[in-house]
Antibody, heavy 117, light 104 residues
Framework: EVQLVESGGGVVQPGGSLRLSCAAS????????MHWVRQAPGKGLEWVSL????????YYADSVKGRFTISRDNSKNSLYLQMNSLRTEDTALYYCAKAASGSYSYWGQGTLVTVSS | DIQMTQSPSSLSASVGDRVTITCQAS??????LNWYQQKPGKAPKLLIYDASNLETGVPSRFSGSGSGTDFTFTISSLQPEDIATYYC??????FGQGTKVEIK
């Protein structure tokens, strides 16, 4: 059974940093691209970042480019999102998602990031 | 970047009604479009991929169509358990704004 479990969320001041993790199981992790998607409270879904299966290619939404870094450790079946220079508008529930042929067939339960002074 | 414009933003319909949601891409995306359902407090669930293919286990009352820039998502007979917000998504990237479906 595929499982994705996010962790690392919390409350941080504007300008601060946070590192999110996503532990994956139930599939061959390095065969799949992985994504981060976020959802601000009461708002819609926003794609954040994508990393290829081997970690060699990464992509970012313009809203986070230069501040967030996606990475993965295939030996640990883990996905990460390093978030720096956080802003109040980054407050959201962050989901990791397993990509297959352009769609997300599996999602984690999300981890909440709150940026507030 | 390609923009995805979804409409309406919300709708209210009766049980058994046919419900239609549209999604327009700002440029040609072929059939690279997904539809998701999100219930309150839950992660989104994939319903339709490649614009018209039903994900395994999804009831056949859900369907999708379209290609290029214009896409349609349909619930043929609305059921109480279909109350949710529905999102279109360009492959691996931009989501539409969402459509909240309620029972009248």
């Amino acid at each position: 059974e595929v499982q994705l479990v996010e962790s690392g969320g919390g409350v941080v001041q504007p300008g601060g940093s946070l590192r999110l993790s996503c532990a994956a199981s139930g599939f061959t992790f390095d065969d799949y691209a992985m994504h981060w998607v976020r959802q601000a409270p009461g708002k819609g879904l926003e794609w954040v970042s994508l990393i290829s299966g081997d970690g060699g290619s990464t992509y970012y939404a313009d809203s986070v480019k230069g501040r967030f870094t996606i990475s993965r450790d295939n030996s640990k079946n883990s996905l990460y999102l390093q978030m720096n220079s956080l802003r109040t508008e980054d407050t959201a529930l962050y989901y990791c998602a397993k990509a297959a042929s352009g769609s997300y067939s599996y999602w984690g339960q999300g981890t909440l990031v709150t940026v507030s002074s | 970047d390609i923009q995805m414009t979804q409409s309406p933003s919300s709708l209210s319909a009766s049980v058994g009604d046919r419900v239609t949601i549209t999604c327009q891409a700002s440029q040609d995306i072929s059939n690279y479009l997904n539809w998701y359902q999100q219930k309150p407090g839950k992660a989104p669930k994939l319903l339709i991929y490649d614009a018209s293919n039903l994900e395994t286990g999804v009831p056949s009352r859900f369907s999708g169509s379209g290609s290029g820039t214009d896409f349609t998502f349909t619930i043929s007979s609305l059921q109480p358990e279909d109350i949710a917000t529905y999102y279109c998504q360009q492959y691996n990237k931009t989501f539409g704004q969402g459509t909240k479906v309620e029972i009248k």
